[in-house]
C-alpha cells in the first residue's frame, strides 16, 4: 500500500487516501509523507481539519499554518497562492470530510495557481477534483482461520503486529507466546483488522489476559474505549468513530447502515465492510482511481 502510495504521488499532485474512521489514513498518509518528504524543497505541512466546523475558514486554517500573517482585509486564498506561486511544497490536509466543498473549493483554486504544489488528503470520502486520485485505506491484514497462529507465522500479519505494538505499550511484560498466540489471531479477525478497535482493545491488556478481552468482545461499545487524551474525541471510543460517519451520511445511507448493524446475523468484519462501501452522497459515480468532476 505504502508503494502503491508512493507511485501515485509521483504521478499525481493531489492524493486523497479515503476509508471509513478507525481504519488508518492518516496513518498511512504521514508514513507516505514522510518517506517522500525530502522530494519537497520548500517543507511539507500538517493541516490539521478536524476540529474546524466552518468551511469559510479553511483558506484561513491553511494560511496559520504556513506562519502566514494574518490580513484581514485580503483573502487567505490570495495570501496563499502569493506564498505559493513559486514554492515547492506538500499540504497535508487532514480529516478532510465534513469539509468536502470548502477543501475541495481551496484545493482547485490553489493548485490551478501554484504549479510546484502537491496536496495529500485523508478524507472519508473523496472531493471530487479535476486530477483527484483516490487510494482506498483497506483494513490492516489478518491471518485467516486456517492458518498456523505461531508467533513467528502471526508476525507477518499488520494487524497481529499493530496489537503487539500498542499491548506492549500498554503492559511492559505483554508479548505473543505460543499459548497466547491463537487468542491474538481469534481477536484480530474479529475486529476485521481495524486499526482503532485494535489500539483501543489493546490498552486493555493493563488489566485482562487476551481470552478475556475476546470474551467480552460480544459487546464491543463497551470495551472498545479509553483511547489516548492526545487524540480527538471521536477516535477515543469506537461508538465516538462509527457516530462520526453515521452523522457524515444522508438519509438514505444512514437507513443502509442501520439496517446492517441491527443485522445480529451479520458479522463485524461484514459491518465494517459495508461501512466502507457506503457510496458518497457527493460523489457516487467516483471511479476507485481518478476523480473527475
Partial sequence: MVAEARRLLSAA???????????????LALRVVGEVRRAFSDGVWLVELAGLTDEELVGR???????????????AVDALLEYLADRQV?????????????????????????PQLQIVATSRQPLCIEGEHVLQVPP???????????PDGLARFEAVNLFAD??????????????NSPQVALFCRRLAGMPLAIELAAVRVRSLAVERILERLSDRFA???GGSRAVPPRQRTLRAALDWSYDLCSPAEQTM???AVRSR?????????????????????????ICKP
Fill in 13 to 27: 499532485r493531489f492524493l486523497t487516501f479515503t476509508g471509513p474512521g478507525g481504519i488508518g489514513k492518516t496513518r
Fill in 61 to 75: 486554517t491553511v494560511a496559520t499554518t504556513l506562519g502566514l500573517r494574518d490580513q484581514s482585509d485580503e483573502p
Fill in 90 to 114: 506538500l499540504l497535508v490536509l487532514d480529516n478532510c470530510e465534513h469539509l468536502l466543498d470548502g477543501v475541495a473549493m481551496l484545493a482547485r483554486k490553489l493548485l490551478g495557481g501554484a
Fill in 140 to 150: 490492516l491484514a489478518t491471518p485467516d482461520s486456517g492458518e498456523a497462529s505461531s
Fill in 166 to 179: 500498542r499491548a506492549k505499550a500498554a503492559c511492559a511484560t505483554f508479548a505473543v507466546t505460543a499459548e
Fill in 223 to 225: 470495551l472498545l474505549t
Fill in 257 to 259: 447502515w442501520s439496517s
Fill in 265 to 289: 446475523s451479520v458479522s463485524f468484519r461484514q459491518k465494517a465492510n459495508a461501512a466502507r462501501r457506503l457510496p458518497s452522497s457527493r460523489c457516487s459515480r467516483a471511479s476507485h482511481r
